[in-house]
T-cell receptor, first 112, second 110 residues
Framework: SQTIHQWPATLVQPVGSPLSLECTVE??????LYWYRQAAGRGLQLLFY??????ISSEVPQNLSASRPQDRQFILSSKKLLLSDSGFYLC???????????FGSGTRLTVV | GIQVEQSPPDLILQEGANSTLRCNFS?????LQWFHQNPWGQLINLFY???GTKQNGRLSATTVATERYSLLYISSSQTTDSGVYFC????????????FGAGTRLAVHP
């Protein structure tokens, strides 16, 4: 069966520090991968999606970037964190339409 | 892109009560999902339901694609049902980007 792993679960980082969040999927090949962010008490916003190795599409201009160095690995990065980058980051995968998404357990990022 | 609206934004129930949550979407959809976000933030997939009716225990969902809405029914609610319920959908267009509604925050009191 397919599983999705996301880490770390929580992270406290100072303003101006770099960020790297990792997401991996097991038990499938060539998944569509997604990064979402949820601000406190709000809905989910799509940040990036990828349909293949090295293929990244950005939905919202911001201080973040994403990379997909391997088929089942998706990384969210920042060179210098801002206070506004705080939030709950969720990775998701889908085998492609018509099929649903499955989400990871999320990373709660606090920038101080 | 597709717009997803949920109602009501907040709902308070006594344990044992039934409820209906609604999701309206602006265009035809190829996917519609209902999620429950638990207190730890994890999104639990409840239903993948682009059309028709499905049931899972005390929960059921119906999507009427031609009228662009979906309903989530919770029967005999329990305190563990508390949390935020999200509807999300994608339509035609590249890469099946799932767009979320703002959610319904449910509190079930004993």
């Amino acid at each position: 069966s397919q599983t999705i792993h996301q880490w770390p679960a929580t992270l406290v980082q100072p303003v101006g520090s770099p960020l790297s969040l990792e997401c991996t999927v097991e038990g499938t090949s060539n998944p569509n991968l997604y990064w979402y962010r949820q601000a406190a008490g709000r809905g989910l916003q799509l940040l990036f999606y990828s349909v293949g190795i090295g293929q990244i599409s950005s939905e919202v201009p911001q201080n973040l970037s994403a990379s997909r160095p391997q088929d089942r690995q998706f990384i969210l990065s920042s060179k210098k964190l801002l206070l506004s980058d705080s939030g709950f980051y969720l990775c998701a995968w889908s085998p492609g339409p018509p099929a649903g998404y499955t989400f990871g357990s999320g990373t709660r990022l606090t920038v101080v | 892109g597709i717009q997803v609206e949920q109602s009501p934004p907040d709902l308070i129930l006594q344990e044992g009560a039934n409820s209906t949550l609604r999701c309206n979407f602006s265009d035809s959809v190829n996917n519609l999902q209902w999620f429950h976000q638990n207190p730890w933030g994890q999104l639990i997939n409840l239903f993948y339901i682009p059309s028709g009716t499905k049931q899972n225990g005390r929960l059921s969902a119906t999507t009427v694609a031609t009228e662009r809405y979906s309903l989530l029914y919770i029967s005999s609610s329990q305190t563990t049902d508390s949390g935020v319920y999200f509807c999300a959908a994608y339509g035609d267009g590249g890469y099946n980007k799932l767009i979320f509604g703002a959610g319904t925050r449910l509190a079930v009191h004993p």
